[in-house]
Protein backbone atom coordinates (compact mmCIF):
# COMPACT_ATOMS: atom_id res chain seq x y z
CA UNK A 1 0.00 0.00 0.00
CA UNK A 2 1.71 3.15 -0.98
CA UNK A 3 0.88 5.97 1.87
CA UNK A 4 -1.31 8.67 0.39
CA UNK A 5 0.72 11.93 0.02
CA UNK A 6 -1.93 13.60 -1.34
CA UNK A 7 -3.74 13.44 2.10
CA UNK A 8 -0.52 14.48 3.88
CA UNK A 9 -1.36 18.21 5.76
CA UNK A 10 1.52 19.91 7.61
CA UNK A 11 -0.18 19.53 11.04
CA UNK A 12 0.94 15.67 12.23
CA UNK A 13 -2.45 14.27 14.03
CA UNK A 14 -2.44 11.26 16.60
CA UNK A 15 -3.96 9.25 13.66
CA UNK A 16 -4.85 8.92 10.42
CA UNK A 17 -7.31 6.03 8.74
CA UNK A 18 -5.34 3.50 6.81
CA UNK A 19 -6.92 3.65 3.47
CA UNK A 20 -6.76 1.43 0.89
CA UNK A 21 -6.68 2.83 -2.69
CA UNK A 22 -9.52 4.77 -3.50
CA UNK A 23 -9.61 2.63 -6.90
CA UNK A 24 -10.30 -0.64 -4.44
CA UNK A 25 -12.81 0.76 -2.62
CA UNK A 26 -14.29 1.91 -6.01
CA UNK A 27 -14.39 -1.44 -7.23
CA UNK A 28 -16.32 -2.81 -4.69
CA UNK A 29 -18.92 0.31 -4.60
CA UNK A 30 -19.88 -0.96 -8.60
CA UNK A 31 -21.26 -3.95 -7.57
CA UNK A 32 -23.10 -2.17 -4.92
CA UNK A 33 -24.35 0.39 -7.36
CA UNK A 34 -25.36 -2.51 -9.80
CA UNK A 35 -27.25 -4.42 -7.16
CA UNK A 36 -28.92 -1.65 -5.51
CA UNK A 37 -28.69 -3.51 -2.40
CA UNK A 38 -27.50 -0.87 0.29
CA UNK A 39 -27.91 -2.63 4.04
CA UNK A 40 -29.60 -5.78 5.70
CA UNK A 41 -26.76 -8.28 5.87
CA UNK A 42 -26.03 -7.78 2.38
CA UNK A 43 -23.27 -9.12 -0.10
CA UNK A 44 -20.67 -7.11 1.07
CA UNK A 45 -21.20 -7.26 4.67
CA UNK A 46 -21.01 -11.42 4.66
CA UNK A 47 -17.87 -10.97 2.51
CA UNK A 48 -16.90 -8.87 5.19
CA UNK A 49 -17.40 -11.57 8.21
CA UNK A 50 -15.77 -13.88 6.57
CA UNK A 51 -13.02 -12.01 5.77
CA UNK A 52 -12.05 -10.99 9.04
CA UNK A 53 -12.55 -14.18 10.56
CA UNK A 54 -10.71 -15.66 7.93
CA UNK A 55 -7.73 -13.32 8.32
CA UNK A 56 -7.88 -13.77 12.10
CA UNK A 57 -8.48 -17.40 12.56
CA UNK A 58 -12.33 -16.76 14.07
CA UNK A 59 -15.00 -18.62 13.76
CA UNK A 60 -16.96 -16.18 13.15
CA UNK A 61 -17.40 -12.51 13.20
CA UNK A 62 -20.66 -10.62 13.45
CA UNK A 63 -20.31 -7.30 12.03
CA UNK A 64 -22.13 -4.23 13.73
CA UNK A 65 -22.86 -0.93 12.92
CA UNK A 66 -19.91 0.12 15.66
CA UNK A 67 -17.82 -0.85 18.45
CA UNK A 68 -20.47 1.10 21.45
CA UNK A 69 -23.32 -0.93 19.37
CA UNK A 70 -21.35 -4.59 19.43
CA UNK A 71 -20.60 -4.52 23.50
CA UNK A 72 -24.64 -3.55 23.83
CA UNK A 73 -25.54 -6.42 21.99
CA UNK A 74 -23.11 -8.67 23.36
CA UNK A 75 -24.32 -7.75 26.80
CA UNK A 76 -27.78 -8.00 25.67
CA UNK A 77 -27.20 -11.53 24.05
CA UNK A 78 -25.93 -12.92 27.57
CA UNK A 79 -28.63 -11.30 29.32
CA UNK A 80 -26.66 -9.28 31.72
CA UNK A 81 -28.17 -8.35 34.96
CA UNK A 82 -26.79 -5.88 37.82
CA UNK A 83 -23.20 -5.40 38.07
CA UNK A 84 -20.57 -5.61 35.19
CA UNK A 85 -16.80 -5.02 36.57
CA UNK A 86 -14.91 -2.85 34.06
CA UNK A 87 -12.00 -1.08 33.90
CA UNK A 88 -11.56 2.77 35.42
CA UNK A 89 -8.69 3.15 32.45
CA UNK A 90 -10.95 3.00 29.23
CA UNK A 91 -13.22 4.93 26.52
CA UNK A 92 -16.73 6.08 27.68
CA UNK A 93 -18.24 3.69 25.41
CA UNK A 94 -17.44 0.86 27.63
CA UNK A 95 -19.28 2.72 30.03
CA UNK A 96 -22.22 3.83 28.33
CA UNK A 97 -23.12 0.58 26.84
CA UNK A 98 -23.09 -1.09 30.32
CA UNK A 99 -25.35 1.38 31.44
CA UNK A 100 -27.71 1.75 28.21
CA UNK A 101 -27.89 -2.01 28.83
CA UNK A 102 -29.51 -0.86 32.16
CA UNK A 103 -26.71 -2.62 33.91
CA UNK A 104 -24.04 -0.99 36.83
CA UNK A 105 -20.88 -0.48 35.54
CA UNK A 106 -18.47 -1.34 38.88
CA UNK A 107 -15.20 0.30 38.58
CA UNK A 108 -11.93 -1.95 38.74
CA UNK A 109 -8.09 -0.49 38.69
CA UNK A 110 -5.70 -1.16 36.37
CA UNK A 111 -2.02 -2.57 36.47
CA UNK A 112 0.06 0.45 36.11
CA UNK A 113 2.78 -1.25 33.69
CA UNK A 114 0.10 -3.17 31.35
CA UNK A 115 -2.27 -0.33 31.95
CA UNK A 116 -5.27 -3.20 31.79
CA UNK A 117 -7.29 -4.36 34.50
CA UNK A 118 -5.50 -5.54 37.38
CA UNK A 119 -7.30 -9.11 37.76
CA UNK A 120 -6.32 -9.24 41.55
CA UNK A 121 -8.40 -6.76 42.06
CA UNK A 122 -11.47 -8.16 40.50
CA UNK A 123 -12.18 -10.71 42.95
CA UNK A 124 -12.60 -7.49 45.96
CA UNK A 125 -15.55 -6.13 43.29
CA UNK A 126 -17.40 -9.05 43.56
CA UNK A 127 -20.67 -8.90 44.85
CA UNK A 128 -23.73 -11.01 44.87
CA UNK A 129 -25.46 -8.41 41.93
CA UNK A 130 -22.14 -9.29 39.53
CA UNK A 131 -23.07 -10.67 36.70
CA UNK A 132 -20.15 -10.72 34.29
CA UNK A 133 -16.44 -9.04 33.86
CA UNK A 134 -15.61 -6.52 31.00
CA UNK A 135 -12.38 -5.69 30.56
CA UNK A 136 -10.70 -4.03 28.50
CA UNK A 137 -7.85 -5.14 25.71
CA UNK A 138 -6.05 -1.33 26.53
CA UNK A 139 -4.85 0.03 23.22
CA UNK A 140 -4.51 -3.66 21.93
CA UNK A 141 -2.31 -4.87 25.02
CA UNK A 142 -4.31 -8.30 25.77
CA UNK A 143 -5.41 -8.81 29.00
CA UNK A 144 -4.22 -11.61 31.55
CA UNK A 145 -6.76 -13.71 30.20
CA UNK A 146 -6.15 -17.07 31.50
CA UNK A 147 -6.48 -15.69 35.03
CA UNK A 148 -9.89 -13.47 34.34
CA UNK A 149 -11.32 -16.61 32.84
CA UNK A 150 -10.37 -18.29 35.99
CA UNK A 151 -12.00 -15.76 38.39
CA UNK A 152 -15.10 -15.94 36.18
CA UNK A 153 -15.46 -19.64 36.19
CA UNK A 154 -14.87 -19.73 40.25
CA UNK A 155 -17.52 -17.17 40.14
CA UNK A 156 -19.97 -18.11 38.14
CA UNK A 157 -19.94 -14.96 35.62
CA UNK A 158 -19.54 -14.20 32.07
CA UNK A 159 -16.55 -12.28 30.18
CA UNK A 160 -17.26 -9.81 27.46
CA UNK A 161 -14.38 -8.55 26.07
CA UNK A 162 -13.87 -4.94 25.15
CA UNK A 163 -11.53 -5.37 22.11
CA UNK A 164 -12.52 -2.23 20.30
CA UNK A 165 -8.88 -1.97 19.73
CA UNK A 166 -7.62 -5.41 19.60
CA UNK A 167 -8.21 -6.25 15.67
CA UNK A 168 -4.87 -8.35 15.02
CA UNK A 169 -3.29 -9.00 18.86
CA UNK A 170 -2.67 -12.31 20.17
CA UNK A 171 -2.94 -14.14 22.98
CA UNK A 172 -0.91 -17.21 23.32
CA UNK A 173 -0.90 -17.55 19.65
CA UNK A 174 -4.60 -16.71 18.95
CA UNK A 175 -6.46 -13.96 17.73
CA UNK A 176 -7.56 -11.38 21.66
CA UNK A 177 -11.02 -12.27 19.74
CA UNK A 178 -11.27 -15.54 20.20
CA UNK A 179 -11.51 -14.94 24.09
CA UNK A 180 -14.66 -14.64 26.64
CA UNK A 181 -18.08 -15.60 25.95
CA UNK A 182 -17.92 -12.66 23.41
CA UNK A 183 -15.47 -10.08 22.28
CA UNK A 184 -16.94 -6.61 20.81
CA UNK A 185 -14.54 -4.85 18.63
CA UNK A 186 -14.63 -2.08 16.63
CA UNK A 187 -14.09 -0.83 13.00
CA UNK A 188 -13.78 3.06 13.71
CA UNK A 189 -11.71 4.88 11.62
CA UNK A 190 -9.40 5.52 13.99
CA UNK A 191 -8.39 1.58 14.57
CA UNK A 192 -6.56 -0.47 12.46
CA UNK A 193 -8.70 -2.12 10.61
CA UNK A 194 -11.50 0.09 9.92
CA UNK A 195 -14.67 0.30 7.77
CA UNK A 196 -15.35 4.09 8.27
CA UNK A 197 -17.79 3.10 11.23
CA UNK A 198 -18.27 -0.13 12.39
CA UNK A 199 -17.76 -3.08 14.33
CA UNK A 200 -18.67 -6.83 15.51
CA UNK A 201 -19.19 -9.21 17.64
CA UNK A 202 -16.87 -13.02 17.97
CA UNK A 203 -18.62 -15.64 20.04
CA UNK A 204 -17.68 -19.42 19.81
CA UNK A 205 -21.11 -20.34 20.98
CA UNK A 206 -23.57 -20.43 18.26
CA UNK A 207 -26.62 -20.19 20.26
CA UNK A 208 -25.44 -16.93 21.47
CA UNK A 209 -24.68 -15.81 17.60
CA UNK A 210 -27.75 -16.33 16.59
CA UNK A 211 -29.08 -13.98 19.05
CA UNK A 212 -26.14 -11.45 18.35
CA UNK A 213 -27.30 -11.69 14.79
CA UNK A 214 -31.63 -11.60 15.90
CA UNK A 215 -30.80 -8.70 18.20
CA UNK A 216 -28.97 -6.62 15.45
CA UNK A 217 -31.78 -7.26 13.13
CA UNK A 218 -34.62 -5.13 15.54
CA UNK A 219 -35.09 -8.68 16.99
CA UNK A 220 -36.88 -10.98 13.84
CA UNK A 221 -36.86 -14.37 13.67
CA UNK A 222 -35.57 -16.27 10.26
CA UNK A 223 -38.15 -15.44 7.91
CA UNK A 224 -38.99 -11.70 9.68
CA UNK A 225 -42.19 -12.75 10.67
CA UNK A 226 -42.19 -12.39 14.53
CA UNK A 227 -40.11 -10.71 16.63
CA UNK A 228 -38.39 -13.12 19.50
CA UNK A 229 -37.21 -10.53 21.69
CA UNK A 230 -35.85 -7.08 22.23
CA UNK A 231 -33.66 -6.09 19.57
CA UNK A 232 -32.55 -2.66 17.65
CA UNK A 233 -31.03 -1.65 14.73
CA UNK A 234 -27.25 -2.84 14.83
CA UNK A 235 -26.60 -3.34 11.40
CA UNK A 236 -23.73 -2.27 9.46
CA UNK A 237 -24.63 -0.90 5.52
CA UNK A 238 -22.92 -2.36 2.41
CA UNK A 239 -21.24 0.52 1.87
CA UNK A 240 -18.93 0.22 4.85
CA UNK A 241 -18.36 -3.56 4.32
CA UNK A 242 -17.02 -2.21 0.76
CA UNK A 243 -14.55 0.58 2.93
CA UNK A 244 -13.57 -3.39 4.99
CA UNK A 245 -12.87 -5.16 2.49
CA UNK A 246 -10.87 -2.85 0.20
CA UNK A 247 -9.16 -2.06 4.07
CA UNK A 248 -8.74 -5.87 4.61
CA UNK A 249 -6.06 -6.63 1.98
CA UNK A 250 -3.60 -3.96 3.63
CA UNK A 251 -3.68 -5.15 6.86
CA UNK A 252 -1.10 -7.25 7.43
CA UNK A 253 1.17 -4.26 6.03
CA UNK A 254 -0.54 -1.78 7.84
CA UNK A 255 0.07 -4.29 11.14
CA UNK A 256 3.67 -4.59 10.50
CA UNK A 257 4.41 -0.61 9.88
CA UNK A 258 2.86 -0.03 13.47
CA UNK A 259 5.15 -2.74 15.09
CA UNK A 260 8.30 -1.37 13.44
CA UNK A 261 7.53 2.53 14.04
CA UNK A 262 6.47 1.55 17.83
CA UNK A 263 9.27 -0.11 18.14
CA UNK A 264 11.51 3.26 16.77
CA UNK A 265 9.38 5.45 19.24
CA UNK A 266 10.79 3.05 21.66
CA UNK A 267 13.95 2.94 20.88
CA UNK A 268 14.31 7.10 20.81
CA UNK A 269 12.38 7.58 23.98
CA UNK A 270 14.08 4.54 26.17
CA UNK A 271 16.88 6.67 26.94
CA UNK A 272 14.27 9.54 28.71
CA UNK A 273 14.14 9.23 32.19
CA UNK A 274 11.57 11.00 32.75
CA UNK A 275 8.34 9.35 30.73
CA UNK A 276 7.29 5.06 30.88
CA UNK A 277 6.06 3.07 28.32
CA UNK A 278 3.20 0.57 29.10
CA UNK A 279 4.45 -2.82 29.06
CA UNK A 280 3.93 -4.59 25.44
CA UNK A 281 5.00 -7.73 24.05
CA UNK A 282 5.01 -5.87 20.81
CA UNK A 283 4.67 -9.04 19.25
CA UNK A 284 1.19 -10.16 20.70
CA UNK A 285 -0.11 -6.28 20.61
CA UNK A 286 -1.03 -4.54 17.28
CA UNK A 287 0.59 -1.56 18.84
CA UNK A 288 -2.36 0.26 17.69
CA UNK A 289 -1.71 3.41 19.68
CA UNK A 290 1.92 4.54 21.54
CA UNK A 291 1.27 6.12 24.88
CA UNK A 292 3.84 7.80 26.69
CA UNK A 293 3.26 7.92 30.29
CA UNK A 294 4.76 11.56 31.48
CA UNK A 295 6.43 12.16 35.17
CA UNK A 296 3.16 14.21 36.34
CA UNK A 297 0.63 15.82 34.59
CA UNK A 298 2.58 19.33 34.27
CA UNK A 299 4.95 17.48 32.26
CA UNK A 300 2.71 16.30 30.37
CA UNK A 301 0.77 19.25 30.00
CA UNK A 302 4.21 20.97 29.06
CA UNK A 303 5.26 18.28 26.25
CA UNK A 304 1.38 18.86 24.43
CA UNK A 305 2.03 22.54 24.34
CA UNK A 306 5.01 22.47 23.08
CA UNK A 307 4.07 19.46 20.43
CA UNK A 308 0.85 21.74 19.66
CA UNK A 309 3.22 24.69 18.79
CA UNK A 310 4.76 22.08 16.26
CA UNK A 311 1.50 21.37 14.57
CA UNK A 312 1.68 17.81 15.94
CA UNK A 313 -1.09 16.80 17.82
CA UNK A 314 -1.04 13.77 20.61
CA UNK A 315 -3.93 13.01 22.12
CA UNK A 316 -4.87 12.28 25.84
CA UNK A 317 -6.57 8.72 26.34
CA UNK A 318 -8.31 8.01 28.14
CA UNK A 319 -8.52 11.34 30.41
CA UNK A 320 -10.08 11.50 32.69
CA UNK A 321 -10.40 8.13 34.04
CA UNK A 322 -14.01 6.66 33.58
CA UNK A 323 -14.80 6.43 37.54
CA UNK A 324 -14.50 10.44 37.04
CA UNK A 325 -17.45 10.98 34.95
CA UNK A 326 -19.63 11.84 37.63
CA UNK A 327 -22.05 13.11 35.99
CA UNK A 328 -22.83 9.53 34.60
CA UNK A 329 -21.30 7.20 37.59
CA UNK A 330 -21.25 6.94 41.10
CA UNK A 331 -17.55 7.75 41.67
CA UNK A 332 -15.21 5.01 43.50
CA UNK A 333 -11.94 4.93 43.97
CA UNK A 334 -9.19 4.06 41.20
CA UNK A 335 -6.02 5.57 42.29
CA UNK A 336 -3.87 3.90 39.76
CA UNK A 337 -6.08 4.57 36.69
CA UNK A 338 -6.41 8.20 37.90
CA UNK A 339 -3.27 9.21 38.11
CA UNK A 340 -2.09 7.30 34.54
CA UNK A 341 -5.18 9.84 33.13
CA UNK A 342 -3.55 12.42 33.77
CA UNK A 343 -0.22 11.54 32.83
CA UNK A 344 -1.13 9.61 29.74
CA UNK A 345 -0.33 10.76 26.07
CA UNK A 346 -0.73 8.79 22.89
CA UNK A 347 1.78 9.96 20.21
CA UNK A 348 1.21 9.91 16.68
CA UNK A 349 1.00 6.45 14.66
CA UNK A 350 -0.45 6.16 11.52
CA UNK A 351 0.81 3.90 8.28
CA UNK A 352 1.72 7.46 6.32
CA UNK A 353 3.56 8.47 9.31
CA UNK A 354 7.23 9.33 8.13
CA UNK A 355 9.58 7.44 10.67
CA UNK A 356 11.46 11.27 10.15
CA UNK A 357 8.63 12.58 11.69
CA UNK A 358 8.71 10.55 14.80
CA UNK A 359 12.51 11.10 15.15
CA UNK A 360 11.42 15.10 15.29
CA UNK A 361 8.44 14.23 17.44
CA UNK A 362 11.23 12.21 20.44
CA UNK A 363 13.78 14.85 20.00
CA UNK A 364 11.30 17.72 20.61
CA UNK A 365 9.70 15.47 23.47
CA UNK A 366 13.73 14.88 24.71
CA UNK A 367 14.03 19.24 24.94
CA UNK A 368 11.89 19.33 27.59
CA UNK A 369 12.74 16.99 31.28
N1 LIG B 1 -14.23 0.67 23.72
C1 LIG B 1 -13.05 1.31 23.68
C2 LIG B 1 -11.98 0.91 24.64
C3 LIG B 1 -12.82 2.32 22.72
O1 LIG B 1 -11.64 2.96 22.70
C4 LIG B 1 -13.86 2.65 21.82
C5 LIG B 1 -13.67 3.69 20.83
C6 LIG B 1 -15.07 1.92 21.88
C7 LIG B 1 -15.22 0.94 22.86
C8 LIG B 1 -16.23 2.19 20.96
O2 LIG B 1 -15.96 1.89 19.59
P1 LIG B 1 -16.77 2.75 18.46
O3 LIG B 1 -18.22 2.77 18.88
O4 LIG B 1 -16.15 4.10 18.38
O5 LIG B 1 -16.58 1.92 17.21
C9 LIG B 1 -11.89 8.04 18.88
C10 LIG B 1 -12.93 7.13 18.26
O6 LIG B 1 -14.13 7.81 17.90
C11 LIG B 1 -13.32 5.95 19.09
O7 LIG B 1 -13.70 4.93 18.17
C12 LIG B 1 -12.17 5.42 19.94
N2 LIG B 1 -12.58 4.34 20.81
C13 LIG B 1 -11.58 6.52 20.76
C14 LIG B 1 -10.43 6.04 21.63
O8 LIG B 1 -11.08 7.53 19.89
P2 LIG B 1 -11.69 10.67 19.06
O9 LIG B 1 -12.56 11.53 19.87
O10 LIG B 1 -10.26 10.63 19.40
O11 LIG B 1 -11.76 11.02 17.51
P3 LIG B 1 -11.22 12.27 16.75
O12 LIG B 1 -12.28 12.67 15.80
O13 LIG B 1 -10.70 13.32 17.68
O14 LIG B 1 -10.02 11.68 15.93
C15 LIG B 1 -8.70 11.56 16.38
C16 LIG B 1 -7.78 11.88 15.23
O15 LIG B 1 -7.97 10.95 14.20
C17 LIG B 1 -8.02 13.24 14.64
O16 LIG B 1 -7.11 14.11 15.22
C18 LIG B 1 -7.82 13.07 13.16
C19 LIG B 1 -7.94 11.59 12.93
N3 LIG B 1 -9.15 11.22 12.19
C20 LIG B 1 -10.32 10.97 12.84
C21 LIG B 1 -11.44 10.60 12.16
C22 LIG B 1 -12.75 10.36 12.88
C23 LIG B 1 -9.08 11.11 10.81
O17 LIG B 1 -8.02 11.34 10.21
N4 LIG B 1 -10.20 10.73 10.14
C24 LIG B 1 -11.38 10.48 10.75
O18 LIG B 1 -12.38 10.13 10.08
O19 LIG B 1 -12.41 9.23 19.22
Given at each position: MKSNKKRKTNSIYVTKPALSPLKRFTKELETVWDSGIL???????????????????????TSTSNGTIALQIAIKALELKGEIITS???????????KWEKCTPVFCDINPKTLNID?????NKISSKTSAIMPVHVFGNP?????????????????????????????????ILS??????????ATKILNSGEGGGCVTSDMGIKSR????????????????????FNGKMTEIHASLGLANLENFWEVLKDRKEKSLLYENFLNGNKNLELQDVNRDDSNNSYFPIICKDEEHLVRIKKMLNGNKIFPRRYFYPSANNFHHIVNYEPCPISEDIAKRILCLPLYFSLEREQIKIICNLIDTLK
Open positions: THHGPKVQKLEKGISNLLGLRNFAFTWIATVSAIPDQIICEIEVIQRIADDHGLKVIYDAAHGVGANYKNKSYGDISATSLHLERIRFFGHNSDSSDILEDG
